[in-house]
């Protein structure tokens, strides 16, 4: 597993220091262009480089209750992750539910407990999973699922690290701008929706154009964001409305 050997080959100071860096840039919530999205992918990104897993995502509940996919590592992870909250199956779902993390260290062996999201994880090549909840005190936002293409579980370290990343994006969310009211939390949660939608659409526009699978294509757009100092949103509204330059986009990966 690439990640996990990338994690290993970490001497104790890199690592450190690549964790308190991750903790930085996810504490600073208050400036005033924050962008959920690109909040929400940073989170994702993160745990594949610091936890050694394959992939991960973030699914949030709305005002009305309902869940929804708002950001994911890969495009594996995307479909695993909306057939999760379309069939109401899987240890994310549970997670959400009971505010408690639930772990899966070889889902092809517990089928019997998820059964449809089972079989959509071996077709999207993934074969354990441990979801974390995001939740401050009793109010539980959505949950962080770390996926595996192999039939392992995440370390007991990695889990606490996980969940402390979980917890610092909870509040983040929560409490940008000072967040107080339950409307002003709605509309903070439907932003970071809406903007998943218009990245979606990006995605699928720069990876018709550019002959790029969604996956590259989507890191030719946040490092065309990031090289600019663009919010990712914007860029990706721009895509999808036409007024971008995608061969400028294209051209390259910006890491």
């Given at each position: 597993?690439?990640?996990?050997r990338e994690?290993l080959e970490?001497t104790?100071?890199?690592?450190?220091l690549r964790i308190s860096r991750?903790f930085v840039s996810?504490a600073?919530?208050?400036v005033?262009?924050?962008?959920?999205?690109?909040?929400l992918n940073m989170?994702?990104?993160?745990c594949t480089?610091?936890?050694?897993?394959?992939?991960?995502?973030?699914?949030?509940r709305?005002?009305?209750g309902s869940?929804?996919?708002?950001?994911?590592?890969s495009q594996?992870?995307?479909?695993?992750e909306?057939f999760?909250?379309?069939t109401d199956?899987?240890p994310?779902l549970?997670c959400?539910?009971?505010?408690t993390p639930?772990?899966?260290?070889d889902?092809?062996a517990e089928a019997?407990?998820?059964?449809r999201f089972?079989?959509?994880a071996?077709e999207c090549?993934?074969?354990?999973?441990?979801?974390l909840?995001?939740?401050l005190r009793?109010q539980?936002?959505?949950?962080l699922?770390l996926l595996?293409t192999e039939?392992v579980g995440?370390?007991?370290?990695e889990?606490e690290?996980?969940?402390?990343?979980?917890?610092?994006?909870?509040i983040?969310i929560?409490q940008?701008?000072s967040i107080?009211?339950g409307?002003?939390?709605a509309?903070q949660l439907?932003t970071?929706?809406?903007?998943?939608?218009?990245?979606?659409?990006?995605?699928?526009?720069?990876?018709?154009?550019?002959?790029?699978s969604?996956?590259?294509?989507?890191?030719?757009?946040?490092g065309?964001?990031r090289?600019?100092?663009l919010?990712?949103?914007?860029?990706a509204?721009?895509?999808?409305?036409?007024?971008?330059?995608?061969a400028a986009?294209?051209k390259?990966?910006h890491r």
């Open positions: 597993m690439t990640h996990s994690v970490q104790p100071l890199e690592r450190a991750t996810l600073d919530t208050l005033a262009d924050f962008d959920v999205a690109d909040f989170l994702t990104e993160h480089e610091l936890l050694g897993v394959s992939a991960a995502g973030v699914i949030l709305d005002a009305d869940l929804h996919v708002a950001a994911t590592s594996r992870a995307e479909l695993l909306l999760a909250v379309q199956d899987g994310c549970d959400i539910r009971n505010g639930v772990s899966c260290t889902l092809p019997h407990h998820w059964p089972a079989a959509a071996a090549g993934f074969r354990a999973a441990q979801a909840p995001m939740r009793d539980v936002i959505g949950a699922t595996n039939a995440v370390g007991p370290e889990i690290l996980g969940q402390a990343m979980a917890d610092v994006a909870t983040g929560l940008q701008r107080e009211r409307d002003q939390l509309d439907q970071a929706l809406t903007s998943r939608v218009v990245i979606e659409q990006a995605k699928g526009i720069l990876a018709g154009h550019g002959a790029v969604v996956d590259e294509a989507f890191t030719r757009l946040r065309h964001a090289a600019r100092n919010r990712l949103t914007d860029l509204r721009a895509v999808a409305d036409g007024h971008a330059d995608l986009i294209l390259r990966p």
